[in-house]
């Protein structure tokens, strides 16, 4: 990946113990961070993050092209009960420091964990990973629907994807509502609409 001339940042986590076990040992007696993200609301959690990151350990970990460790520290505050959580994650990346500077590194893993989040939301509400559409152009068009649904929910519902998809799986007559496509939920819609539409919502 790297002599193809891409970047990796990951997380190190139990599947590479001694490469977690390494990093954690090196940051242990950390001192202030090399940058700290402000608060800010982030979907209702006030949240921080901070980073340090090293190159002491580049030429001892037995991991390919390592540019750099890091750690990087969440600091959240759940908005509605004042709860306080910190969790902090370990790992590496290819980028040296004059190619990603700590608030670069910080961005990258943000950006990192929004896949990650999506991607979990789809094999959540789905079980897409367990999905058994294999042929054709099956499995890209589903999951293209499925993101479609996703983002859909989000705009129209102050609930939980998955508190939606609860109400309305397997009910027609909701999702229609849902959507605005009947009678009762769109009557400004239904009225201007042509008189096959109309037909259609009324029945629905």
């Excluded at 113990?17 to 959690?45: C, K, M, N, V, W």
């Excluded at 090293?54 to 030429?59: F, Y």
């Excluded at 099956?138 to 629907?145: A, Q, S, V, W």
Aim: glycine share 6%; with cysteine.
């Amino acid at each position: 990946m790297v002599e193809r001339g891409a970047h990796y940042l990951f997380t190190a986590k139990d599947n590479q113990p001694t490469l977690a076990a390494d990093i954690r040992l090196h940051f242990a007696d950390r001192g202030e961070p090399d940058f700290r993200e402000p608060f800010s609301l982030q979907h209702g959690r006030i949240e921080s993050r901070a980073i340090w990151t090293s190159t002491a350990l580049n030429a001892y970990l037995d991991f390919p092209q390592v540019g750099q460790v890091f750690a990087i520290e969440r600091h959240t505050i759940e908005k509605k009960t004042g709860k306080v959580s910190i969790e902090t994650v370990y790992g590496v990346t290819d980028h040296t420091p004059d190619s990603a500077d700590p608030a670069c590194l910080l961005g990258f893993n943000r950006g990192h964990w929004g896949i990650e989040a999506h991607h979990w939301i789809l094999d959540w509400n789905w079980d897409e990973d367990r999905c058994t559409i294999r042929t054709g152009h099956g499995p890209e068009n589903i999951t293209r629907l499925r993101r479609f649904a996703i983002g859909l929910i989000k705009t129209k519902s102050k609930d939980s994807v998955a508190a939606t998809i609860d109400k309305l799986a397997r009910r027609v007559r909701r999702v229609f509502d849902y959507l605005g496509m009947t009678a009762n939920s769109a009557p400004r819609v239904a009225q201007s609409a042509p008189a096959g539409y109309r037909e259609t919502a009324h029945l629905l």
